[in-house]
């Protein structure tokens, strides 16, 4: 029997577009994508639920080449520097190319009004403009800040998780490989929200193709900006793509959320790391949502299963 879109997102998805979803894109057209993803989020964050509750606070960073990063702060209006607690490095998503913190600064507001957990987001280089590891290191520079300045921000070291959506959680989850190799500062949870995890996710899916809000063309946009060449070849670390990882390399990564819809390009990618991780030894809290595409929370917030997804995700969010 085939797949069908969940009735919520399907109403949802005719309202923002009553003359039909904009035509795909060539590959490799870069500027397109960053416009048209731009314009989509611009869009969608005066739907997203006012926070007044949260704060914001930018610091700048130096990343490995001493290019200045911007770190934005999330945190909770009075909470107590002085008492230590979590906190969670948060990487945007945008398929590798697009979006920018202050594009997506809705995103981590939300969850740091319902956790009171704060956050810092990293405002990473893109590719084409870098290439792997590059916006990886990027992010382990927001991670060095994060743990240097613990006493300031009033966070446990031992209790810090990194979270990521789609691009995001491809990079989380590169950036948790790379520091428990480079015996860098632990990483106590990974949070991967649709993580883009696999540069040879370049075939169609005839049962999902027509649902799909990233679709192949996208991804080998995404992964040849980032990668060049070496993009579904056989020399790519997991460091740059986790999805390559072997189990071996999976053994003593932290405890591990995923989500996915199963009208998502990057269904059997999550599935296939989590089948690494759970062969590892590696404790993981998995969820498969059917009917539901990329970025689903963005596009029908009141969905039944939106509302169970963020649910859940509060859960991963507040177990450390």
């Keep these: 029997m085939p797949f069908t879109l969940d009735p919520d997102v399907a109403a949802a998805l005719a309202a923002a577009f009553p003359n039909g979803r904009p035509a795909p894109l060539p590959v490799g057209d870069v500027a397109a994508r960053r416009q048209r993803q731009n314009a989509i989020f611009d869009g969608l964050a005066s739907s997203f639920p006012v926070t007044p509750?949260?704060?914001?606070k930018d610091f700048r960073a130096k990343a490995e080449d001493g290019y200045?990063?911007?770190?934005?702060?999330?945190?909770?209006a009075g909470s107590d520097a002085s008492s230590k607690g979590p906190a969670i490095l948060h990487i945007h998503g945008g398929g590798m190319i697009g979006l920018s913190v202050e594009i997506l600064d809705a995103f981590p507001k939300v969850y740091v009004a319902q956790t009171g957990v704060p956050m810092l987001s990293v405002d990473y280089r893109l590719a084409p403009e870098v290439k792997a590891p590059v916006p990886m290191k990027d992010c382990y520079a927001g991670l060095e800040f994060l743990v240097a300045h613990a006493d300031e921000l009033g966070v446990d070291t031992s209790r810090i998780a990194v979270m990521g959506e789609s691009a995001g959680g491809g990079l989380a989850a590169s950036l948790t490989h790379y520091a428990k190799a480079k015996g860098g500062p632990a990483i106590c949870k990974q949070v991967l929200?649709?993580?883009?995890?696999?540069?040879?996710?370049q075939t169609i899916d005839r049962n999902t193709?027509?649902?799909?809000?990233?679709?192949?063309?996208?991804?080998?946009?995404?992964?040849?900006?980032?990668l060049g060449d070496a993009a579904g070849g056989p020399d790519v670390p997991a460091i740059h793509a986790p999805a390559r990882m072997?189990?071996?390399?999976?053994i003593g990564l932290p405890p591990t959320y995923v989500d996915v819809g199963q009208l998502d390009l990057f269904r059997d990618e999550d599935l296939e790391y989590v089948r690494k991780l759970g062969?590892?030894?590696v404790d993981v809290t998995f969820h498969l949502y059917p009917g539901m595409p990329h970025a689903f929370e963005s596009i029908a917030k009141d969905a039944k299963t939106t509302r169970f997804a963020m649910e859940q995700r509060v859960k991963a969010l507040t177990s450390f």
Aim: aromatic content about 14%.
């Design 279 to 281: 062969l590892a030894g």
């Design 68 to 76: 200045e990063i911007l770190l934005r702060w999330y945190f909770k």
């Design 246 to 250: 072997t189990v071996e390399e999976a």
């Design 53 to 56: 509750s949260v704060q914001t």
């Design 193 to 201: 929200v649709y993580p883009m995890l696999d540069d040879r996710t």
């Design 209 to 226: 193709a027509p649902y799909l809000m990233w679709d192949v063309n996208d991804n080998i946009t995404g992964w040849q900006a980032m």
